[in-house]
């Protein structure tokens, strides 16, 4: 936990002490609300996201009631924290099918012991849409909630701030976001709300509101936020270091298992709950701990174990034997068209997001192919049998078995 407030002195307060209404909750048996929103903006979750998802389970475990909330409504409009510009806005489709999957992702339909939340227990979790009251707004009530602030705290806002100071455009309905994420803890009545370090305006406006609407208002818990594979960044989608949750037993393992030294513990520490006292001192052991604990949570212990042993027969054994048993994520070649030059077919076969991208990652020696390092772009592959059956390997982290069909 990075913060929690309010943190008041007097401990005998439910409404200022978290643990004083904890007790409270224990002793009439009625469970806390723990509220988390999640705005569909994209279809994967990643780790970084996870460590909300892991606090929120062990509140369920501890038997209270997890309200996840999907942002159906304000996803349409956009978290402007941490954004230098305007979020492109999505149409409700695009909301409904991001949402689908993150459930699925959280566990939904999946194995109970590799699920994120307690989809199974009854009682211990509401999935509610945000459109469900958001949407149903009429102008009064809009108005109403432009009341409960001002343009002052809107701008004290860090990211609002910065793009006022630069000149950079400021729309309004930007402004609305909070007060509609705030609204929430209104609609589900709140008693907690979870949230990162950078979520603190908005969590607190979730507290202003309660109390305009005569609720006893939540207390915030904010977490810490992940970094990233590179090891100096937040871990985030945007800037492309990270692990999602769907993520492939060997690309998962084998992104954590390069981590950078500096950053371990704190994987360590927050995705899981290794006893870090008995772990070997060694660094290297450690990360190699780090990674293969991760990637049971969501694989499972085989799958984890074979994805450890295939990243290392992929990374040392180059064309040996190792390499090729090992149990790798495949790539067709059905829709290359032959002869294919290889940028093209890197951006053919999924590996990179364009022809350009595949250019550099091969002129920067990020590129092999059963182990021998691709260092012309414009190579070029007479038909798909020579391929067939070969990895590649895109850097130190993904690898793809090229198939046939």
């Known amino acids: 936990m990075a913060d929690l407030f309010p943190a008041g002195a007097a401990a005998e307060d439910p409404d200022q002490q978290l643990r004083a209404r904890l007790d409270q909750a224990e002793r009439r048996g009625v469970p806390l609300r723990v509220k988390l929103g999640i705005d569909p903006t994209g279809s994967d979750i990643h780790l970084g996201h996870s460590i909300l998802f892991r606090k929120l389970r062990a509140f369920q475990d501890a038997g209270h009631t997890a309200v996840l909330i999907i942002g159906d409504f304000t996803a349409r409009i956009g978290d402007p924290t941490g954004k230098s510009a305007t979020r492109v806005q999505l149409s409700a489709a695009e909301v409904e099918a ?16 590799r699920a994120l939340l307690d989809f199974h227990t009854p009682g211990r979790l509401e999935v509610r849409r945000n459109s469900e009251w958001l949407a149903g707004l009429d102008l009064p009530k809009v108005i109403e909630l432009l009341g409960t602030s001002t343009v002052g705290q809107m701008l004290a806002k860090e990211d609002f701030a910065n793009r006022y100071g630069s000149g950079t455009p400021i729309s309004l309905h930007e402004f609305l976001y909070p007060l509609l994420q705030g609204y929430d803890s209104v609609a589900i009545e709140a008693d907690l709300e979870l949230g990162g370090t950078d979520q603190k305006f908005n969590v607190a406006m979730g507290r202003d509101l309660q109390r305009h609407f005569g609720q006893r208002p939540q207390f915030g818990m904010l977490l810490p936020i992940l970094p990233g594979l590179d090891g100096v960044q937040k871990m985030s989608k945007s800037l492309g270091n990270t692990v999602g949750l769907s993520d492939d037993p060997l690309s998962m393992y084998s992104k954590l298992e390069k981590v950078p030294d500096a950053v371990v513990e704190d994987y360590l520490t927050l995705l899981t709950n290794l006893d ?30 074979a994805a450890q042993a295939d990243a290392a027969s992929l990374v040392g054994g180059a064309q040996g034997a190792g390499a090729a048993d090992a149990e790798v994520p495949e790539a067709s070649l059905a829709a290359v068209n032959f002869p294919a030059k290889a940028f093209y077919l890197l951006s053919a076969v999924g590996l990179c997001a364009s022809s350009s991208e595949a250019r550099r990652q091969i002129q920067g020696g990020g590129v092999k192919l059963d182990g021998l390092k691709l260092a012309d772009p414009n190579q070029e592959f007479a038909g798909a049998e020579a391929l067939a059956g070969k990895v590649l390997q895109l850097g130190k982290k993904t690898f793809r078995r090229l198939v046939l069909d």
């Open 98 to 113: 991001n949402a689908d999957t993150y459930l699925v992702q959280l566990g939904l339909g999946q194995d109970p012991e």
């Open 276 to 305: 870090l006292e008995a772990l070997p001192a060694n660094p290297r052991e450690r990360q190699k701990a780090m990674a293969l604990e991760i990637t049971r949570q969501r694989h499972g212990a085989a799958a984890a174990s």
